[in-house]
């Protein structure tokens, strides 16, 4: 049991260019999110889904893109980075359900140059 | 708007006392509260939930107390031991149950 996935660890790229940072779950969890963390922001979530087919926006969204075709991935798409997209990202699912624990992924560390 | 705040104040302390980490909420009504710790270079992960008619939580050496007159939790680890040097992160949903907001987290340092 794998739990949360995220690849790749370690990231950099040139502003501008595109990437997904991938995320997978073997729990059959339905909710699945994203966050971002930065120094002295904390985590702030910036998509979500309830299940297949369905997203919807965070905190913080302007910039990324979200898909859900299957209960397992939830692939986040940067279009065109920006240094201000420097940052630690975290995958994380759950049961659905409001009082569910969350399981973190380790993360993937992007810079943006 | 809706917030959730702890002290980015990192907390020293010595081995074998109590910690006692602080989690403020303010301009709304959290029905529940999560607790996660987080270790550098790691995800967080999930300690303890405590609803708002709970007043406290325990497991183990962790305490979590909710008082929703002070809008307050208070998360405590006693007879505290080097190994739970770490981050530790509160959190509360708003938006309808699917957006679990995040305090910026209280830096933990235990020293022998």
């Known amino acids: 049991n794998a739990g949360v996935t995220q690849t790749p660890k370690f990231q950099v790229l040139k502003t501008g260019q595109s990437m997904t940072l991938q995320c997978a779950q073997d729990?059959?969890?339905?909710?699945m999110s994203w966050y971002r963390q930065d120094p002295g922001m904390g985590l702030r979530l910036i998509h979500y889904s309830v299940g297949a087919g369905i997203t919807d926006q965070g905190e913080v969204p302007n910039g990324y893109n979200v898909s859900r075709s299957t209960t397992e991935d939830f692939p986040l798409r940067l279009l065109s980075a920006a240094p201000s997209q420097t940052s630690v990202y975290f995958c994380a699912s759950r049961v659905q359900g409001a009082t569910e624990k969350l399981f973190f992924g380790s993360g993937t560390q992007l810079s943006v140059l | 708007s809706q917030k959730i705040e702890q002290n980015s104040e990192a907390l020293n302390i010595q081995e074998g006392k109590t910690a006692t980490l602080t989690c403020n909420y303010t301009n709304y009504s959290p029905a529940y509260l999560q607790w996660y710790r987080q270790d550098p270079g790691r995800g967080p992960v999930f300690l303890l939930l405590i609803r708002e008619n709970e007043k406290e939580k325990r497991k183990e050496r962790l305490k979590v107390t909710f008082d929703t007159t002070l809008k307050q939790s208070l998360f405590h680890i006693t007879a505290s031991q080097p190994a739970d040097s770490a981050t530790y992160l509160c959190a509360s949903f708003t938006g309808g149950g699917n957006k679990l907001t995040f305090g910026t987290g209280t830096q933990l340092k235990v020293e022998l």
């Open positions: 729990m059959n969890h339905e909710y």
